[in-house]
Every structure is written in structure tokens, then in C-alpha cells.
């Protein structure tokens, strides 16, 4: 099912919603034709690239 683990556990897997939840979300926009598929990948990379820069600024 779309969002859930693909590894099907939840133990140790906090931070899977920064990659998992925009990588979704491109798929869903490409599928439904909502957005071009590499637009939608590209948008899901800067997300999840703002989001592990965010986590490193953080972690200082």
C-alpha cells in the first residue's frame, strides 16, 4: 500500500516518511497525470534533499 514501510516494520524506521512520503507523492502525481513523472521525481528529490539538510543542521 502506498506510505506504508516497504520493509514492513516500523522498528528503527523513524525517519522513513522524508524519502517514502515525497516518493509517493511523485508517484501518485505521474500516475494520475497530475504532473510529468520527472518533474514529479525531481520535486520529490529537493524535497527529501531539504529534508536531510534540515535533519544535518539540526543534528550540529
Known amino acids: 500500500m502506498i506510505g506504508e514501510d516497504p520493509s ?6 523513524s525517519g522513513d516518511g522524508e524519502v517514502w512520503g515525497p516518493a509517493n507523492a511523485a508517484l501518485e502525481l505521474s500516475l494520475t497525470g497530475k504532473q510529468a513523472p520527472q518533474a514529479a521525481l525531481d520535486n520529490a528529490v529537493k524535497q527529501i534533499t531539504m529534508q536531510i539538510e534540515a535533519m544535518q543542521a539540526s543534528n550540529q
Open 8 to 13: 514492513g516494520s516500523d522498528a528503527g524506521h
